[in-house]
């Protein structure tokens, strides 16, 4: 129910030009690797929120379950963004001092104010759609064949077995988690869903508008953030 009542949102992911530019090789890698850094600190923080989420189930095998896709997002997708790192030089420095843009930090944001609440159904409600859409891009971009070698390693790790395998074990968790929800659990639960959803578009749109923290003050006083770390 969830992902319908999203579709007409998660259809504008699909056609975002920044998914299609890596579809057909045409993105930018000055956009690319903009994406790359805000998503390595949403992978980073997405893995430490799975352990979060653990710990509100007494059930040992939902526990052990949700730590163990955890792990794997913190040693599998970080290693590509790793590699990625190399091939766009990003150095170790400047991702010492990197500082998430504001709709990166307002997803994560968004996700650790739901999860604090500590409500299971809730939390993988919060959860869900990042894995979910990203396995169906994954889907849809699978036979793509970009020139640029960076785009095809992208496409091939989310269009690979381990995202679909995380996808449908925390779907499962979350559909027994509904059954025993009441309507008004449910429908919040939806509402999470979607705010989810929202924000996964809107790390396209900042990252194919390159959208930075501005700099601020007057004249010869304006205040640039990266500035001020050196």
């Not at 690797?33 to 095998?61: N, P, T, W």
């Not at 504001?102 to 650790?112: F, K, V």
């Not at 939390?123 to 064949?145: R, V």
Request: proline letters at 3%; one cysteine or more.
């Amino acid at each position: 129910m969830a992902r319908k009542q999203c579709d007409a949102l998660w259809q504008q992911s699909f056609r975002h030009p920044l998914v299609q530019g890596i579809k057909n090789g045409t993105l930018p890698l000055e956009q690319f690797r903009f994406y790359i850094k805000q998503d390595a600190y949403y992978v980073r923080e997405f893995a430490k929120l799975h352990g979060m989420v653990a710990a509100q189930s007494d059930d040992a095998d939902v526990v052990a379950t949700l730590l163990k896709i955890g792990l794997g997002l913190a040693e599998g997708e970080l290693q590509l963004h790793q590699k990625l790192f190399q091939t766009l030089e990003i150095s170790e420095q400047e991702w010492k001092t990197f500082q998430p843009a504001p709709d990166a930090y307002g997803y994560i944001s968004h996700l650790y104010h739901v999860v604090s609440k500590g409500s299971l159904g809730h939390s993988l409600a919060a959860l869900m759609p990042c894995p979910w859409l990203y396995y169906e891009i994954g889907l849809q971009l699978k036979d793509a064949q970009p020139k640029e070698q960076i785009y095809r390693e992208w496409i091939i790790e989310y269009s690979g077995e381990g995202i679909e395998k995380n996808m449908e074990i925390e779907r499962a968790l979350w559909d027994e988690t509904s059954r025993w929800a009441s309507d008004e659990e449910r429908r919040e639960m939806i509402h999470i869903f979607m705010q989810s959803s929202y924000y996964e578009y809107r790390f396209w749109e900042m990252a194919a508008r390159l959208k930075d923290w501005p700099t601020y003050g007057q004249g010869e006083q304006t205040y640039d953030r990266k500035s001020a770390v050196d």
